[in-house]
């Protein structure tokens, strides 16, 4: 079946320090692979994508590549900032007849401090 | 805002009553899903609808009964709930259900956050 995981939380740094959250999936066929950022007391918003091997999706200073030969999507961004306390999760989708759905890993917690 | 809009954002009822979420999406688009986070488990699909039918129920138990009367408005009628239904119940919606190109971006509302009590 299809399934991600994502390293377990929480992380927390201090900002300015350099974030990685780690993200592999498996999947029967070639998905299309998303983080999702939820905010407290919120719903998800989608962070960035990227839809086939190679592609680096990017948004807000958070980067992750698509890399098949290793199924990972890892998040990372430069230097964090407060403002960028929240869960992350990391998703993939495929086409077809999976009717759109999206499946998830099970969040990182991640909290920045000043 | 994301252009998928939840009401009411927090419902807290009794295991004997009947409520109901709405979402109501100005995107566009034509597939709509439900979709469960409780606390310590990943997100869970519940309900996919497409062009305003259902086209897939992931194994809901019939006490959680949806309705998308057009492809705009997608309901989730609630009725003698569990207190473990206890959730954030996230609406959200693509532009299609399911195309041979996967990168169907779903876009989220903000929640409604039901407790049963």
């Known amino acids: 079946g299809n399934s991600v995981t994502q390293m377990e939380g929480p992380v927390t740094l201090s900002e300015e320090a350099f974030l990685t959250i780690n993200c592999t999936y498996t999947a029967t066929g070639y998905p299309s692979l998303f983080w999702y950022v939820q905010y407290p007391g919120e719903g998800l918003q989608l962070l960035l994508k990227a839809t086939k091997a190679d592609d680096k999706g990017s948004n807000k200073g958070f980067e992750a590549t698509y890399r098949k030969e290793t199924t990972s999507f890892h998040l990372e961004k430069g230097s964090v900032q407060v403002s960028d306390s929240a869960v992350y999760f990391c998703?993939?989708?495929?086409?077809?007849?999976?009717?759109?759905?999206?499946?998830f890993g099970q969040g990182t917690i991640l909290t920045v401090h000043p | 805002e994301t252009g998928v809009t939840q009401t009411p954002r927090h419902l807290v009822m009794g295991m004997t009553n009947k409520k109901s979420l709405k979402c109501e999406q100005h995107l566009g688009h034509n597939a709509m899903y439900w979709y469960k986070q409780s606390a310590k488990k990943p997100l869970e699909l519940m309900f996919v609808?497409?062009?305003?039918?259902?086209?897939e129920n992931n194994s809901v138990p019939s006490r959680f009964s949806p309705e998308c009367p057009n492809s705009s408005h997608l309901f989730l009628h609630l009725h003698t709930l569990q207190p473990e239904d206890s959730a954030l119940y996230l609406c959200?919606?693509?532009?299609?259900?399911?195309?041979?190109?996967?990168?169907?971006?779903?876009?989220f509302g903000e929640g409604s956050w039901l407790t049963v009590v």
């Open positions: 609808y497409s062009l305003e039918e259902r086209v």
């Open positions: 998703a993939l989708s495929l086409g077809g007849t999976s009717y759109g759905k999206l499946t």
């Open positions: 959200a919606s693509s532009q299609d259900a399911g195309t041979i190109y996967s990168g169907n971006t779903i876009y």
